[in-house]
């Protein structure tokens, strides 16, 4: 129940924040509304309306907090305010904090209850507030130099004064319909203009990160000279030739001289007048064509603005258009080198990175990358690849095979492309790759395969040869051995002293003869036998002389008789 009665009251007091209880003989103040804050530039502003139009003398007092503060604080410039609106812009404070800010109604004694402002940041509420503008005029121009929103001491815009982007608003005071809008430097030239003319515009600010629009300024009016008598040289165009820079322009006249200048264009960005800046480029001064060639070492990498002036004796042209001049976009990539190494089924490249002046790499500046094509010799394929890197392998190709490759640098960068021509061609011969090897592997073993019964029968035959030369066979062919008996074969075999001689007797009596018939007979047996059985080699035993010695002993003992 207690709880209850807690929740209605707090309901109450927050449905009518203003309800206070009058003092003694006093009425009832109600606390102001529709409370905003204004914040332009350095400006902050607070306004409000009365709670009761109907009591007077009232009285209107602001405190505020910041977070460093535990207490509320009365807000400077806002204490006791007659009006409904109050400058607090003398408060020092940093526009990146939050700021909390309450306000109430006083009237003697009697007060009404806060009312407290949604707390905010100064530099998300701030509004941009219109520049300053000044101008100049010339017969077909306007100089414009704009200061930036803000006091010059300001603290809202005092990081950000050189990220302004201007927005311009021009027209002919004649023709107000006719309107030109163009993006400007704080220092800057509007061209194109037509002279004694009558024209006018306005300018705001903003902040591109931020998202932030700043408000128009007063509209300025101005009028254009009279036409000089030498006009200014006109299609003012640079162009990057190997090492050099070829500065051209266009003019009606001849025989007169010319001189350019440039200028960084960061100092564009500074507001203020840069004429003493603007410096000379060399070999660009007293010309008497109308372009120039100044060496690329000029200029640093970056941004810069060109104009050219023509000059006829005393008398002088007013400056050309400037032109703005990119290094990077003016850079000159000359084509990459590459080398081709054969390794077994595959080619592995080389790039070597183009070369500016002085022996500086190119991609020292910028990244460079390479478009690769890619294709066999004998064939109008062709493959294309990208890569970073300046070694790589092209793989898995055909053995014993010519590639080409030819390749080109390329800048990709966040505003712009460029490349390079292509390379030389390059052309390499793969060498054998494993299959081949595998192949010529099981050739090779084949190959001594079959060689080896070619080398062993060759090898058999001239051993034959050798043998039959040097060590002759004791067995004579089969052709000799038919023509000749055994028994002549055996007497070649004897030794000498072992020969058989022819006998020759002399026979008387016939008898005698029978007989030794009879027993020779007896003793061819035997002789066949006992050759048999020998295992004498070659000679037969000594038993057949002395048995024919015996016959012949019994012969002569015969005849004796």
Known sequence: MLAFLGAMALVLVAGAP???PAAAGGTNLESPRDVEVYIVDDSFILKWNRGSESLSNVTFSVDYQIPEMDDWTELPGCQYITSTQ??????QLNVYDELKLRIRAEKGNNTSPWYEVDSFIPFHKAQIGPPEVHLEAEDKAIIINISPPGTKDGVMWAMDSSSFIYNLVIWKNSSPAEERTETVYPTDKIYKLSPETTYCLKVKARLRMQRKVGLYSPVYCINTTVENKLPPPENIQIDGNNQNYILKWDYKYENLTFQAQWLHAYLKKIPGKHADKWKQIPNCENV?????????????RGIYFIRVQASNGNSTSLWSEEKKFDTEIQTIILPPVINLKPVNDSLRVYIGAPKESENKSVDEDYPLIYEIIFWENTSNITNKIVEKKTDFTFRNLKPLTVYCV???????????NKSSGFSDTVCEKTKPGNTSKTLLIIAVICAVLLSIPVVVYVVKVVLRCVKYVFFPSSKPPSAVDECFSEHLLKNLLLSTSAEQIERCFIIENTNAIAAVEETNDVDEDYKKYNSQTSQDSGNYSNEE?????GISEELLLQETL
Request: glycine share 2%; net charge positive.
């Open 18 to 20: 203003w309800v206070l």
């Open 86 to 91: 109050c400058d607090f812009s003398s408060l």
């Open 288 to 300: 008497k064509t109308t372009q120039c060639v100044f060496p690329q070492s000029v200029f640093s």
């Open 406 to 416: 030819r390749a080109r640098a390329l800048i990709h960068y966040e505003k712009w």
């Open 545 to 549: 002389d002395n048995s024919g010695s």
